[in-house]
């Protein structure tokens, strides 16, 4: 890194120094989403690992169905960023109810001609939240089948990728599920950039 690089470096951090804290918070969002648009750039590029057609199901998000199991008090289930262990992503926010799940179903026309239908998605639990030696139940359904699940605490991102099954040609009925398994206080689960993806 040369000189004139580390001018501007510094010549930046002074700046955002003095910005503030609610411009600070607005530099910090403008961070995330170049970071997100970077990693659908990467996502763009899967064509040279045979990989040729993905969805982002945040984008579909405002279209799924949300229900919970049984009562839906104090479930919260939104589309918006989340900070787990210090890193910000799109994600789903899926905070169960205070008994049973909650649930967002996706329907997903999948192309015929389509290869190998693989989810890829990280699970966490948004930062502040207080364990006590807790669990939160992460479940993925198609048609109404459990194809994956975890009973976990992820206070850092946790990446997955699961192969769907699937035939190319149907429509995916794909359900997200988060239960608090009876500790509903903090269980900020969180499925960070969920994507669809496939080869032809």
Not at 72 to 88: H, Q, S
Request: proline share 6%; glycine share 8%.
């Amino acid at each position: 890194m040369g000189n004139q690089d580390m001018r501007t470096s510094d010549a930046i951090l002074h700046d955002l120094a003095a910005l503030s804290p609610a411009d600070q918070a607005r530099v910090a969002d403008y961070v995330a989403f170049l970071r997100w648009r970077a990693a659908q750039t990467d996502l763009a590029g899967l064509s040279k690992s045979g990989r040729s057609w993905q969805i982002n199901l945040l984008e579909q998000s405002a279209a799924a169905d949300v229900r919970a199991s049984k009562d839906r008090a104090g479930m919260e289930v939104k589309a918006a960023e989340a900070t787990v262990g210090g890193e910000r992503r799109p994600a789903l926010w899926m905070h169960p109810p205070v008994d049973g799940e909650a649930q967002v179903e996706f329907h997903v026309p999948i192309p015929a001609g389509l290869t190998d239908v693989r989810l890829r998605f990280a699970i966490g639990i948004r930062d502040g939240a207080q364990a006590n030696d807790r669990l939160v139940a992460f479940r993925v359904r198609v048609a109404g089948w459990q194809v994956w699940s975890r009973a976990a605490w992820p206070i850092h991102w946790l990446p997955v990728e699961i192969p769907l099954p699937l035939q190319a040609g149907d429509v995916l009925r794909l359900t997200f599920a988060t239960d608090s398994l009876g500790a509903h206080q903090f269980a900020w689960a969180v499925w960070g950039e969920p994507v669809l993806e496939a080869g032809n």
